[in-house]
């Protein structure tokens, strides 16, 4: 699977729109690009997944370019309780059971 | 119901001790998962079952043993571990286990200390 990498940190204030952007070079035809959202002490949820071009649901947009070496996340108008860790993954489908790999995440802050 | 049930949420065992981590879901998924997160870290995963079948074992060391008694339900053994092996154990379930566009579910964890 492509290994993704994604900055170690962002800070960001209250009100402000956060863009993390995640590269994934070697990613294949058929894979996807999936974002998990982690609170201290919790399990990670899912928050959004695109194949190209723009996603949005009601939490977050992902922008993913035409050649999809990369991917964006953004969330509007963060709070305080969005501050967690963000993780960017390549998925991809197979006959069997279909493995999620982490990368290192993103630990974003977000500043009254 | 979309939520993944685990207990105990704290555990701590010693070395000899035999104790087991339980995972519910009741959302007829077919595909259920073990993770382990250590402080810091991304989680890592030990075991799939699909279809109440283990489909992946990632070279997890045999003092860790699952069980999947039905669709619902996910145990995991543990046995004689060592104090590396202190982490947040997550379960996850998913729909099926192949289609590229099923959302994996999280638990909340189990806490598990190693004395």
């Known amino acids: 699977l492509a290994k993704t990498t994604q900055p170690i940190s962002m800070d960001s204030y209250e009100g402000q729109e956060v863009n993390i952007t995640c590269s994934h070079n070697n990613i294949a035809t058929n894979d996807y690009i999936t974002w998990y959202q982690q609170f201290p002490s919790q399990g990670p949820r899912f928050i959004i997944q695109?194949?190209?071009t723009k996603v949005t649901n009601e939490v977050a947009s992902l922008f993913i370019p035409a050649d999809r070496k990369s991917s964006t996340l953004s969330l509007p108008r963060v709070s305080l309780s969005d501050t967690a860790v963000y993780y960017c993954l390549v998925v991809r489908a197979s006959g069997s059971a279909r493995q999620l790999t982490f990368g290192s995440g993103t630990q974003l802050t977000v500043l009254p | 119901d979309t939520e993944v049930t685990q207990t105990p949420k704290h555990l701590v065992m010693g070395m000899t001790n035999k104790k087991s981590l339980k995972c519910e879901q009741h959302m007829g998924h077919r595909a259920m998962y073990w993770y382990k997160q250590k402080a810091k870290k991304p989680p890592e995963l030990m075991f799939v079952?699909?279809?109440?079948?283990?489909?992946i074992n990632e070279s997890v060391p045999s003092r860790f043993s699952p069980e999947c008694p039905n669709s619902s339900l996910l145990n995991l053994h543990l046995h004689a571990l060592q104090p590396e092996d202190s982490a947040l154990y997550l379960c996850a379930s998913s729909p099926t286990s192949g289609y590229i566009t099923d959302t994996q579910y999280f638990g909340p964890g189990t806490r598990l200390t190693v004395l």
């Open positions: 695109g194949y190209k």
């Open positions: 079952y699909s279809y109440e079948k283990l489909s």
